[in-house]
């Protein structure tokens, strides 16, 4: 990111003034003027008119060809910019993108800069829930993350707008870090242009200087270093301080050099507190850490109670190196000297050994001639070598010792195992990326659809743009890492040092996490900056930079006599404990301040940090219920949640809150026998009877809604097999064939190479069209990819081709329609995934192929081999394997083992294996359900139970049809009666973790469902559900089979293959008549 200039004031005119008196394309700059900063509009206007005859000209500017099919499109659209902060380049390109589309694009910077941004985004937007509010001047914005949050509802929504230019933007090249932080609620809502991070710099020519490396020895006993922790980071810093002189003064120096705030202490707490996102598996001697279940582990609050994460030892050996590190820094000099310690006046004095900054600038501290550099008379360059360079970058310390999550308390021990999965050579590294750097943002709300427009192609024109070309931007994608794009900043910068060096960090920080990254994000919730405040406050004002004689750690007359973490423990530990309990006080004050108080703020930060699954407010309460009283009651959930309705599934949490809640209210009819007892002993009779009543009352109320419950779980079931959460994507036969290997689903949607149906009536007219549809069922060969060795794909590509052979197909495989997951389900929008993952049983119920694809193949990471039989033990592929057979026989399933052999149907003694489907391997289980609410094994009841009643009803509903058509009907069915308790257990055996104990419990899975569904259909009340009364519908008649093989299975009511009639069905895809009868 470039280097922070103030922005000047425009002072002369109102908001809507200025706008209105702005000519075509004029770009409304401003130039401080006077001693006390008042501003006025610049002179400065850029008329352009855009002129068709120059398109090639003017549309394909730094080898962009973006523009080249907008020349002139936004002529005559106005569109309205507001930036807080100032860069020379974007007036050039306003006007170049002017002259190419015709808008008339007009900028202004807002008079209070960054520190008036967010309000000034609240004013025109508008609160997130507060329809009308803003002012809705602007059309767009430059932001930071931390905006964001209060009025992200009413910023335009990007995800479809990047999805339609990702080949432009490439949304997936850009960091994790920069793409999570403009994210809510599985919506992107800016476009990231920049990065802002804790970087981390030293000087060689200290490091590498002989005569200080000797001293040191001789005084330590130990060599001098770069520091690659934290620990060493401090240590050093303290024996380098006031034991060498840098500058050629005569006087010696510092240790590292800082400006105190909040987001380099972060820096600091980040490798302490979070290890990894999401749960690990041990793979060999390394963990998988990609595909696990959200840990919640951040640095500001927990994501279960919001509790300030400041009450455990890792907080504390934050804050203790912390101040150690402030204490033999340039704050020694500076704040007892009664001026601010700022890194940007101390750098340059050549004092400092080394310094931590944001990274804009870092380059600016570390750059030769940059502003905040040392001269060449304050270092010491003749030590250094030919070709090496004084001013150098590395990935900020990483943290020996770190908290450990999994124990009560969260103690802090050294980094190593599954406490710490994430290591190199036991060190965690963290990266903490701060406030989230500058982004795009449209107004959703009051824009006109052509403003909108045209700030999108502008801002889509700028992102494939060279970074130094692009207002305000810095490195941010891996794109820019490249040894052309580093070769380029090389020669930018004339120092080819500085820009490996930045190549060397930034490829550690862009890691994804699925590439093993851990970068930690800043608090994106509404009340950031207040928030902040309150940790700036306590930790600086009031303990760090404070006086020992008003309760802090300095002691302003003498540095030396300052109060050491470890030297003068006891005295730490009285300032420490009041740091904590004020600290505390001042996160509760700020959020009772925002709407909805705390436990609307940790709805908001889990969604910040994107856990999964997302819970509502109620959710969370219950979980609450269950697990922390405390947190309930600090979170006001007895506001949110009724006990009594909370009776039903959570009655023995709610009696242990408040005992006696699920009871009868019996005080009257006690009182009444009581008295009537003391008269005369006959009404003890009535009195018992009365309450015999009472109880059976109760007991007939609980009954009826035991009842009701099962009877919703078995409409759902019925429900679930007529629709679709997220819509069946395709991929074609012969396309599939010519990509070469498995594409990602994004990549296919955005080169228009997925068919999509919307609905399961949609399948069916599609098959019944001619069309076929083959599900491929296999595992994950790797744990970023899915098949990096090709292996799977190719076995793939064979099986395809032998069915086309087999069924007479098309050969070029143009009727021929595959799922696969990888290019079937979203891989990059969390919120879609999920929903597709839900419809999965439907998915594989609804193809007319089901191939098993486990050629014998090396696991990428590991010394295992992937083959059928670890396909066999997941617990999915199971299910994959059974909603695909109770729907259309076992006929239609096939194996493929590598690209040289001919499909083999599935062998009977296989399926019967795969029928078994709980007994197969769950994460979830294996992890014993952390941070989880529900077991997956609970997520297959429904589609399960509701692909077996149809099986059920199929068969009973035909007892006088065809005899052949039943007998793999009945085969079925004989299979799942001889093992039903196996097959659709009763209840399961569940691992959970309570007030950090472990806890084993007997949870319900099927009950008596299956023994309902039979006794449903089995008495003619019917299997349809009525949508308008939520009641059911008899649907008679054993004609609705369809044919894959030699068995007729009931298939949506439509018959798909021979049939003696038509079928005549109007869906998304058409209007499809009689087609059966053509086929």
């Known amino acids: 990111m470039s280097a922070r200039r103030a922005p000047s004031a425009l002072t002369g005119l109102s908001a809507i003034a200025l706008i209105a ?3 075509l394309a004029t770009v409304v700059t401003a130039e401080t003027i006077g001693e006390e900063g008042q501003g006025k509009c610049s002179d400065q206007k850029i008329v352009v008119n855009c002129n068709v ?13 973006y523009l080249l099919d907008k020349c002139c499109k936004h002529t005559g659209v106005n569109a309205n910019l507001l930036a807080f902060e100032e860069s020379e380049t974007w007036v050039p390109r306003i006007e170049e993108y002017a002259k190419c589309t015709g808008a008339n694009i007009r900028l202004q ?32 914005y430059i932001v930071q993350a931390p905006w964001l949050p209060a009025v992200f509802k009413g910023l335009k929504g990007l995800s479809d707008y990047i999805a339609a230019n990702d080949e432009y933007i490439n949304f997936m090249d850009i960091n994790q870090a920069s793409r999570s932080a403009v994210s809510f609620d599985g919506e992107v809502r800016a476009l990231p242009l920049d990065t802002d991070y804790i970087a981390f710099g030293y000087r060689a020519d200290i490091f590498d200087n002989p005569d200080i490396i000797e001293k040191y020895y001789a005084t330590h006993g130990e060599e001098l270093k770069v520091p690659d922790t934290i620990e060493e980071l401090v240590d050093i810093s303290e024996k380098l301080n006031g034991n060498h002189d840098y500058n050629n003064d005569g006087e010696n120096d510092w240790g590292f050099c800082l400006t105190p705030q909040t987001n380099y202490f972060n820096a600091f707490l980040a490798p302490i507190l979070q290890t990894h996102l999401k749960e690990c598996e041990k793979r060999g001697e390394k963990y998988e850490c990609s595909n696990g279940a959200d840990t919640g582990q951040n640095i500001f609050f927990d994501v279960h109670n919001f509790d300030p994460l400041i009450f455990n030892d890792g907080f504390r050996h934050a804050v203790e190196l912390y101040s150690r590190f402030v204490m033999a820094s340039n704050c020694q000099n500076q704040t007892l000297a009664g001026v601010k310690c ?36 304050k270092r010491m360059d003749s030590v250094l070598a030919d070709g090496e360079y004084w001013g150098r970058r590395k990935v900020f310390p990483g943290s020996g010792k770190v908290v450990n999550w999994n124990k009560k308390g969260l103690p802090l021990e050294d980094c190593e195992g599954a406490i710490c999965p994430l290591s190199e050579n036991g060190i965690n590294y963290a990266p903490f990326f701060s406030e989230g750097g500058e982004s795009y943002a449209l107004n959703g709300r009051q824009s006109k659809p052509a403003a909108i427009e045209a700030m999108w192609d502008m801002f889509t024109w700028l992102s494939t743009l060279p970074v130094g070309e692009v207002p305000l931007a810095g490195t941010y994608r891996k794109s820019q890492l490249t040894d052309d794009a580093i070769d380029a900043l090389a020669e930018q910068w004339d120092n080819p040092v500085m820009a490996q060096d930045l190549h060397d960090v930034l490829e550690e920080y862009f890691k994804s996490e699925d590439e093993g990254g851990n970068v930690v994000q800043d608090l994106f919730i509404i009340g950031f900056g207040e928030y902040n405040e309150a940790l700036d406050t306590e930790l600086h004002k009031s303990l760090v930079l404070q006086d020992v004689e008003e309760g802090g750690l300095l002691n302003m007359k003498d540095i030396s006599q300052s109060i050491h973490p470890q030297k003068n423990k006891e005295e730490f530990d009285e300032r420490y404990e009041k740091f904590i309990e004020r600290l505390a006080e001042r996160y509760a004050a700020v959020h009772e301040r925002q709407d909805g108080g705390a436990l609307h703020q940790l709805e908001l930060w889990r969604g910040a940090l994107d856990i999964q699954p997302a819970k509502s407010k109620d959710e969370l309460c219950q979980e609450l219920l269950a697990t922390d009283h405390e947190g309930f009651d600090k979170l006001g959930c007895i506001n949110v949640v009724t006990l009594k309705d909370l009776c039903q599934s959570q009655e023995s949490d709610v009696e242990e809150y408040a005992p006696d809640t699920c009871k009868e209210d019996n005080n009257n009819s006690t009182v009444i026998i009581i008295v009537l007892c003391s008269i005369v002993g006959a009404a003890l009779l009535g009195g018992v009877a009365y309450f015999t009543y009472k109880r059976y009352i109760t007991y007939k109320r609980i009954r009826l809604a035991h009842e009701q419950l099962m009877e919703a779980t078995l409409n759902e079931s019925i429900r679930a097999l007529h629709q679709l959460d997220y819509p069946l994507h395709l991929v074609r036969g012969d396309e599939f064939v010519e990509e070469g290997k498995l594409m990602r689903h994004e990549v296919l949607r955005n080169t228009h190479k997925l068919t999509v149906l919307d609905s399961l009536q949609d399948v069916d007219a599609f098959i019944a069209a001619g069309k076929h549809i083959l599900f491929f069922s296999h595992q994950w060969t790797s744990f970023t990819v899915p098949d990096p060795s090709g292996t799977q794909y190719e076995a793939m590509c064979s099986a395809v081709k032998d069915l086309a052979k087999r069924n007479g197909w098309n050969e070029n495989l143009n009727d021929v329609f595959i799922w696969v997951d990888y290019s079937s389900i979203p891989q990059a929008n969390p919120s879609t995934q999920n929903l597709a993952i839900r419809s999965l049983a439907a998915y594989a119920s609804s193809a007319t192929y089901f191939v098993i694809i486990a050629p014998d193949t090396p696991h990428a990471d590991l010394d295992d081999t992937c083959d059928l039989d670890t396909y066999q033990r997941r617990m999915w592929c199971r299910a994959e394997q059974v909603c695909h057979s109770m729907r259309n026989g076992t006929e239609g399933m096939y194996l493929a083992v590598d690209k040289n052999s001919p499909i083999v149907p599935v062998e009977s003694n296989f399926f019967a294996e795969s029928l078994h489907v709980f007994n197969g391997e769950l994460t979830c289980c294996r992890l014993e359900h952390k941070g989880m609410g529900a077991c997956d094994r609970q997520s297959l009841v429904i589609p399960l139970l509701g692909l077996y009643g149809e099986l059920f009803r199929a068969s009973y509903e035909a007892k006088d049809g065809n005899a052949e058509a039943l007998q793999s009907v009945n085969t079925f069915l004989s299979e799942i009666e001889k093992h039903q308790e196996a097959v659709f257990p009763r209840t399961f055996q569940r691992i959970m973790w309570r007030k950090n104990k472990r806890v084993t419990e007997e949870v319900l899975l099927f009950g008596d469902l299956i023994d309902r569904m039979k006794a449903r259909i089995s008495s003619g009340v019917g299997f349809a559900v009525d ?23 009931l298939r949506h009511g439509v018959v798909h293959g021979n049939s003696s009639g038509g079928v005549q069905i109007e869906t998304a895809v058409g209007n499809l008549g009689d087609v059966a009868a053509d086929m």
Do not use: W
């Open 21 to 23: 008196a702005v000519p």
């Open 342 to 377: 700022d890194r940007k006046t101390a750098f340059p004095t050549g004092r400092c050994a080394g310094v931590i900054s944001m990274p804009g600038t870092m380059t600016n501290l570390l750059r030769e001639d940059g502003k905040y550099s040392p001269p060449p008379e």
């Open 109 to 140: 910077y807002l008079a209070e800069g960054e520190d008036g941004m967010g309000a000034a985004l609240v004013d025109d937007v508008g609160k997130n829930d507060v329809e009308g509010d803003g002012q809705g001047i602007y059309d767009a």
């Open 1027 to 1049: 949508e308008e009364t939520n009641g059911t519908l008899s649907t008679k008649g054993s004609d609705n089979f369809i044919r894959h093989g030699a068995s007729d299975f």
């Open 53 to 65: 005859t120059e398109c090639d000209q003017n549309c394909g500017l730094f080898g962009s060809d």
